[in-house]
């Protein structure tokens, strides 16, 4: 399932691209697509990371274009372990409602970057993300959950004073989002309930087969009832972070 499109981010051949809580490594699969882009994926999740491995490894043995160069690494994103100033773009999928301290994530952010690098954040969006929390207290309160909620102009806001500014905005996983309100009214943990394992069937049948159809709905829906808010950055030219004491 892949979130954020990495042809938004890499304007430039040989780009140098950092994935951060790369999980299982969709979008680091996603970066090496690209001909001549270099991937780094960092997690805190071994076992994520191993996932990510294998993930590449399946794709390069059927065959599948892997055009780029990767490496993976066991890392914390708010003590990152690259030079300033090193990358051309950055991805943070489904990170920063995990963190405690997200300025602080972003400050390393806009230190590891370029001049003028990408950065593309994508978030659980505010109407979906608020639906589970009502449905399901296990949802928000699992260790490693999610533990705030991001309205749009909130997001915003955090990013321009992290010195980044905000030039695309898109919403993807409509689909997505009934599957996990059908999770919070059974329980999260109860993936063998017969409503939650049809609905998983389809959604796997839906990203493999892409129908036309299914693809025309998501598109409709997802200003409405996205699951996840994309937003696509420039980090500013000039100056400091202003959060980066």
């Not at 805190?44 to 491995?53: I, K, M, P, S, T």
């Not at 490496?71 to 990170?95: H, K, M």
């Not at 659980?124 to 309205?151: A, D, N, Q």
């Amino acid at each position: 399932m892949q979130t954020v499109k990495p042809d938004r981010i890499i304007q430039t051949p040989n780009a140098l691209v950092l994935d951060i809580g790369c999980g299982s490594g969709r979008h680091v699969s996603a970066v090496l697509g690209i001909a001549d882009a270099k991937v780094i994926g960092l997690d805190l999740c071994r076992d994520d990371l191993r996932q990510a491995a294998e993930r590449i490894g399946i794709h390069e043995a059927f065959g599948w274009q892997v055009a780029g160069r990767w490496l993976l690494a066991q890392a914390n994103g708010c003590r990152l372990p690259i030079a300033t100033a090193a990358l051309d773009a950055v991805i943070l999928s489904e990170v920063l409602e995990h963190v405690p301290r997200d300025a602080e994530l972003l400050a390393e952010v806009h230190r590891v970057l370029k001049p003028s690098g990408s950065l593309a954040v994508s978030v659980p969006r505010h109407f979906p993300e608020c639906v589970c929390w009502k449905l399901s207290r296990e949802y928000r309160t699992t260790p490693g959950g999610h533990i705030r909620i991001y309205k749009k102009h909130h997001l915003v806001s955090l990013l321009k004073q992290s010195g980044f500014q905000p030039c695309r905005f898109e919403s993807a996983h409509s689909l997505h989002a009934p599957y996990w309100w059908l999770k919070c009214l059974v329980g999260i943990g109860n993936d063998t309930h017969p409503l939650v394992r049809l609905y998983h069937r389809f959604l796997t049948w839906d990203m493999m087969q892409k129908p036309r159809l299914t693809r025309r709905l998501e598109r409709l829906l997802d200003p409405w009832m996205g699951k996840s808010i994309v937003v696509y950055c420039r980090r500013s030219s000039s100056g400091n972070n202003p959060n980066r004491k």
